[in-house]
C-alpha cells in the first residue's frame, strides 16, 4: 500500500523544547517518546527530532491573511509560545482517519503535507549558450570588485545536495567557506564541503561569478536516490529536511553578535515542487502549494523577518521545454516558498537574454507576481555539466550579486533600508524590461542589472577641478583607468612627472601614515588600497581629493608603470 509523508504540529511541552534544543546543538540527537504523542494509524520517524517553529503574531493585518504583503508581522523565538514539528508516515488510506484523530487530540495541531522536493535541473539536449566569462561582463563584475562588492563578509548559504570546496578551488574560485555554521541532514553521509561533486558544487561555483570573495555555508538537504525509476530525478529530500535546515539558518541569524560579526546572509535554493500530485488537495489545511500557513512556509518568512535575503528557483515547467516531473502541467507551477512574498523567486534567460524555454511562468501561488525576475543560466560555467543550466543555475547567479550588494549595503536591523524586502524592490526596480513592457509572467520585472545596480551603490566621487590642480597626477594612465571619473578633462600630453611624495602639499593624513611599498605584491596591495579609499575615503577618514591624490601618489610609490598616451579624450579613461 502506498505511504505517505506527513508533518505534524505539536503544542509546547517540556519534553519537547529540551529535545529540540537538544538536537539543535547535536545533530546525531533524534525524537525522544516522551515528545511524541500516541497515535494509532501514524508511524513517527525517530531519526527526525522535535523542530521549533516560531510564532507569528500578526501586528496589523487589514486583509486578515496570514503573511499579508500590506500588514506588518512580527515572529516570537520563545520556546513556550512555539509550536514543534515532527514527521512520520500514514497509509495513504488511513490520511482521513489520522486528520480526523488529530482535530481530537489536545496538543496535536494539525497534520502537514511532507512533500518530496527535488532540484531545478535543466532540460537536456540543447547546447550551453555563452560562458561564465560572458556572464561576468553581463553582471559589470570588474567594476562591481573595484567597488568592493564582491560579497566580502557576506554569508551565502547554498541550500542544495551540498558542494565540493576543493573542486571550486580547482576552478578558480576561492571563496571562504564556514564549515562550522554549515548544516547536513547526515554529517557523517555527507559532511559539509565534502560531498560528491554534484548540483549544489554548481550552485555554489555560480555564486562565485558575482561574490568571488563571499562566505559560504554549506546546507545539505537533498540526498542521492538509491535506485530512481527512468525519469525520475537522481536526487531528492523531504519539506521536513527543508524547515530542520531553515531553522539552523534562523538561529544563526538570532545568535549573538561579537563586533566585527556579519548580520547578512543570502540563502539559494535551487529546488522545489514539481508536482501537485505530491502535495495534499487545495483546500486542505495541511496543504503545502497554496497555503501561507503550512510550516515550511512560516519559517521561510521568519527567516526573512530576521534579514536573511532569501531565492528561490522558479521551475522548470515552462511550456516550451518542462520538466519531465512536471506531468505535463505548465500553468501556475510556482508552488511554495517558491513564490513566497517574502522571498526572490528567479526565471531564467540565456546570455543574450532570451528566456529559456523550461522556465516557470507565472503567476504564482502564493504570490501573483512570481517570477520576480530573470537572471543568465544555460552557459558552460562550473563543469558539473555541459551547462549550468535550469532555474538552478539562474538562481545562484542572481544569489550573488545579492551577496555583491550586502558587501556595501550589509543588514541592518535597525535600518529599513537595508531589509530585505528593501534589496528585492532595489533589485527589480532596476532591472532590463523584457518581453511586453512592464511586469510579466515571463520575465518578472526583467533581467538583474548589476551595472546599474554597482552605479547605484557605489556611484563614482566626482571631484571639481582636480585635474586643474594635479595634472600630473591625471596624466597617470593607471589612475584613470582605475578611476576614470578623474580624467574628464582634456589635458595636455608631455613627460611624466615624478615629485618627490608629496607634491603639493595636502592636510596631514590620518594615521597610520601610507606606507611605501616596492615589487608586485606592492602594486596588488597599492590598487586594492586604492579602491577601498576611493570607494568610501569617509571610512578612511579622508575627503575626496585626499583620496585621489593618495591613490595616485600610491602609483608613484609601487613602481606601476605611468607611460604617457597620444592624447586624452573628455568623459574617458584617456587610454586609447
Given at each position: 500500500m502506498a505511504q505517505r509523508n506527513v508533518i505534524l504540529e505539536l503544542s509546547f511541552s517540556e519534553a519537547r523544547a529540551a529535545n529540540a534544543l537538544s538536537a539543535a546543538a547535536d545533530a546525531g540527537v533524534g525524537a525522544e517518546a516522551a515528545a511524541l504523542p500516541g497515535l494509532e494509524t501514524f508511524v513517527y520517524d525517530?531519526?527526525?527530532?522535535?523542530?521549533?517553529?516560531?510564532?507569528?503574531?500578526?501586528?496589523?493585518?487589514?486583509?486578515?491573511?496570514?503573511?499579508?504583503?500590506?500588514?506588518?508581522?512580527?515572529?516570537?523565538?520563545?520556546?513556550?509560545?512555539?509550536?514543534?514539528?515532527?514527521?512520520?508516515?500514514?497509509?495513504?488510506?488511513?490520511?482521513?482517519n489520522l486528520t480526523a484523530a488529530v482535530k481530537r487530540r489536545e496538543g496535536i495541531i494539525n497534520v502537514y503535507a511532507d512533500p518530496e522536493i527535488q532540484p531545478m535541473i535543466v532540460c537536456p539536449g540543447s547546447a550551453a549558450v555563452g560562458t561564465d566569462a560572458d556572464v561576468e561582463r553581463l553582471l559589470c563584475t570588474a567594476a562591481m570588485r573595484r567597488s568592493g562588492m564582491n560579497g566580502a563578509g557576506v554569508l551565502v548559504a547554498v541550500v542544495d545536495t551540498g558542494f565540493n570546496i576543493a573542486y571550486l578551488n580547482g576552478k578558480g574560485k576561492h571563496p571562504t567557506f564556514d564549515a562550522a555554521r554549515s548544516w547536513s541532514y547526515n554529517p557523517t553521509a555527507a559532511p559539509p564541503g565534502a560531498v560528491a561533486v554534484n548540483h549544489g558544487t554548481m550552485c555554489a561555483?555560480?555564486?562565485?561569478?558575482?561574490a568571488p570573495d563571499c562566505t559560504l555555508l554549506d546546507v545539505v538537504l537533498l540526498r542521492p536516490m538509491p535506485a530512481p525509476r527512468p525519469g525520475e530525478s537522481v536526487i531528492s529530500g523531504l519539506l521536513s529536511d527543508a524547515i530542520r535546515a531553515f531553522r539552523h539558518l534562523l538561529d544563526i541569524m538570532n545568535a549573538p553578535r561579537r563586533p566585527g560579526d556579519t548580520r547578512s546572509m543570502v540563502v539559494n535554493n535551487s529546488?522545489?515542487?514539481?508536482?501537485?500530485?505530491?502535495?495534499?488537495?487545495?483546500?486542505?489545511?495541511?496543504?503545502?502549494?497554496?497555503?501561507?500557513?503550512?510550516?515550511?512556509?512560516?519559517?521561510?518568512?521568519?527567516?526573512?523577518?530576521?534579514?536573511?535575503?532569501?531565492?528561490?528557483?522558479?521551475g522548470n515547467c515552462g511550456a516550451d521545454c518542462p520538466d519531465g516531473r512536471c506531468g505535463g502541467v505548465t500553468a501556475r507551477t510556482i508552488r511554495g516558498a517558491n513564490s513566497s512574498a517574502s522571498v526572490l523567486s528567479v526565471a531564467g534567460v540565456d546570455t543574450t537574454s532570451t528566456r529559456v524555454g523550461y522556465s516557470s511562468i507565472g503567476p504564482g501561488r502564493l504570490t501573483d507576481r512570481k517570477p520576480d525576475i530573470s537572471s543568465y543560466t544555460h552557459f558552460r560555467g562550473s563543469g558539473v555539466y555541459a551547462a549550468d543550466g535550469g532555474t538552478s543555475a539562474a538562481c545562484?547567479?542572481?544569489?550573488?550579486?545579492?551577496?555583491?550588494?550586502?558587501?556595501?549595503?550589509?543588514?541592518?536591523?535597525?535600518?529599513?533600508?537595508?531589509?530585505?524586502?528593501a534589496i528585492r524592490s532595489l533589485i527589480t526596480s532596476t532591472a532590463t524590461d523584457l518581453g511586453p513592457t512592464g511586469y510579466d509572467y515571463a520575465h518578472g520585472y526583467g533581467v538583474i542589472n548589476a551595472c546599474e545596480l554597482q552605479r547605484r551603490i557605489a556611484p563614482p566621487i566626482v571631484i571639481d577641478n582636480f585635474c586643474d590642480r594635479f595634472p600630473d597626477i591625471c596624466r597617470n594612465v593607471w589612475l584613470c583607468r582605475r578611476f576614470p571619473h578623474l580624467c574628464e578633462r582634456l589635458i595636455p600630453v608631455r613627460p611624466p612627472i615624478?615629485?618627490?611624495?608629496?607634491?603639493?602639499?595636502?592636510?596631514?593624513?590620518?594615521?597610520?601614515?601610507?606606507?611605501?611599498?616596492?615589487?608586485s605584491?606592492?602594486?596588488?596591495?597599492?590598487?586594492?588600497?586604492?579602491?577601498?579609499?576611493?570607494?568610501?575615503?569617509?571610512?578612511?577618514?579622508?575627503?575626496?581629493?585626499?583620496?585621489?591624490?593618495?591613490?595616485?601618489?600610491?602609483?608613484?610609490?609601487?613602481?606601476?608603470?605611468?607611460?604617457p598616451t597620444p592624447h586624452y579624450k573628455k568623459h574617458d579613461c584617456g587610454c586609447e
Open positions: 525517530t531519526s527526525y527530532p522535535p523542530v521549533m517553529l516560531p510564532k507569528v503574531i500578526r501586528i496589523d493585518t487589514p486583509s486578515g491573511e496570514l503573511f499579508d504583503t500590506q500588514s506588518a508581522v512580527s515572529v516570537t523565538l520563545e520556546p513556550e509560545e512555539s509550536t514543534y514539528l515532527v514527521r512520520g508516515t500514514v497509509e495513504e488510506e488511513d490520511l482521513n561555483y555560480d555564486v562565485c561569478i558575482a529546488w522545489g515542487v514539481f508536482s501537485d500530485s505530491w502535495d495534499f488537495p487545495v483546500g486542505h489545511s495541511g496543504n503545502y502549494s497554496d497555503n501561507p500557513a503550512h510550516p515550511f512556509n512560516i519559517i521561510v518568512a521568519s527567516l526573512e523577518r530576521a534579514g536573511a535575503d532569501i531565492l528561490f528557483a522558479a545562484p547567479v542572481a544569489a550573488g550579486v545579492v551577496a555583491a550588494i550586502r558587501s556595501r549595503r550589509p543588514f541592518n536591523p535597525s535600518d529599513s533600508s537595508t531589509s530585505p524586502a615624478r615629485p618627490p611624495f608629496p607634491i603639493p602639499p595636502i592636510p596631514p593624513l590620518p594615521e597610520p601614515p601610507v606606507p611605501r611599498l616596492s615589487g605584491a606592492a602594486m596588488a596591495d597599492a590598487a586594492a588600497f586604492a579602491d577601498f579609499i576611493m570607494t568610501d575615503p569617509a571610512s578612511a577618514g579622508l575627503t575626496p581629493e585626499e583620496a585621489a591624490y593618495i591613490a595616485g601618489m600610491l602609483d608613484t610609490q609601487s613602481g606601476q608603470p605611468s607611460t
